[in-house]
């Protein structure tokens, strides 16, 4: 009765204004995205449109991140491009069913915990990356239908109704917060041009957006081996790519909004959406860092947002289209630019002085990779690789032991450390084999064996002393570690030594 009661207290404290409002701008904001997503891949602008519906509702729904907005992404479209131009478009939507079974897949295996191994350096690079991508799509916009930059008359209006956009975005909220500015600044701009008779770029220039409710399509494609062998790696990589942006946009909001979301639960329901895309004849796609962000600053915390953006996204797409055409370029422009002010991390600048300089030099090569290459995944992936040399050569110059010989004339080696492929080297460096006596015992009270390399740099170092004729006894090794040496008994035969204080061996570490 008490959880039932506070479920509906709770839901008493959502502002249905602001989610609502938050939702109707996030709809207006998707339109030229999803339409431009779609030019990207070589697809029609509906294609692009129903997948920000299909995923956005979904995701709403069901997703791990209430207030995190899904639909269709530049990351995604730029992967699936070579295989729309060679195979069709039936072939997309076969691939991200596929791909939405992996994500549905990586979810129930519970590979969201993945994520913590990303460092902050590398979500640094990752977010101001993606801040570079956002402003310079919209700098496209200053240029004409022959990619020759913008000059006199429309270069002037599009500028200082780009300008009078942000400015309202910036200058608003200080005076009140009762409606979202980003909706105040669109539609204020759509009314000042519309009543004054300003000629200017709009999405109507773009493309068409009319259409119907997506229609229900089963991939049109030959149901064999070959065919699956075609679509499985675009597959692979729409997933991997969908859930690392996902799931670092749903890392950063929960920074933003101080709460917590469910990664798993997320990868899931992206990868339903995703599902549900390819059937209704949607390209794909992901979370948006971008619509997130317009959404969270506009105030929305909840389900009810998403919902909202998605639902009247296909009002506009059904009924709305010939009016949502005549929105000029230049407010959602400006928009998107102030996205792009306000998703770069410009704390991060003031790191310089205080972080590491391997850390510095971490999240500049994610940036840059991050806008140059346009793949966020990939500059992701290559960021933790680095992060993760950086940490193992770092910890392989930790080794150290400490040398003496006891009143039986036994001598120790106790290990400080972890003893793993990287110290392996500077591990075997440390014993003086030939001047040891018969009796050695090394002591792992403040070390570890990790991995098959610390193992067999272990088998030398004892097959080095049998030839010898001395004795080698291992002490402290903490279970896991025991466990290990047995698993590889065939490899390597030692003796452990039980000591009388611990019984079994401790783990310190």
Known sequence: MRKLFNFFENKNKVNYQTEILSGLTVAIALIPEAVAFAFIAGLSPLTGLYAAFV??????????????ISGATGAVAVIIVALAKNYGVEYIFAAVVLAGIMQVLAGSFKLGKF???????????????????????QVEQFKDESGQWLTGSPLYILSALVLLTMLIIWGLPKLSKAVPASLVAILFIFALTAILGIETKT???????????????????????????IIFPYSLVVAGVGLIESLLTLNIIDEITETRGNGNKEAIAQGA????????????????????????????????????????????????????????IAALTGLMIMVAIGTFEWASLKTFTRMPNSDILLMIVVTLLTAVLHNLALAVVIGVILAALKFSWDHAKQISTNQYIDEAGIKHYELHGALFFASVTAFSNKFTVAEDPDEVIIDFAHSRVVDMSAIEALNKITSRYQKLGKKVHLKHLSPDCRQLLVNAEEIIDVNLLEDPTYKLAVDKI
């Open 55 to 68: 995923m956005g509702l979904v995701t709403a729904i069901f997703g791990g991140r209430p207030g995190m």
């Open 115 to 137: 994520m913590r191994l990303v460092p902050h350096p590398v979500i640094f690079g990752f977010v101001n990356g993606l801040a570079i991508i956002i402003f310079m799509s």
């Open 203 to 229: 999405v109507g220039d773009i493309a068409s957006i009319k259409g119907g409710f997506p229609p229900f399509h089963i991939p049109m494609i030959p149901f064999k081996l070959e065919t699956l062998m």
């Open 273 to 328: 959406a995703n599902i549900c895309s390819g059937f209704f004849s949607g390209m794909g796609g992901c979370a948006m860092l971008g619509q997130s962000l317009i959404n969270i600053s506009s105030g929305a915390r909840e389900r009810i947002s998403g919902i909202v953006a998605s639902v009247m996204l296909l009002v506009f797409i059904m009924f709305g289209a010939d009016l949502v055409e005549q929105l000029p």
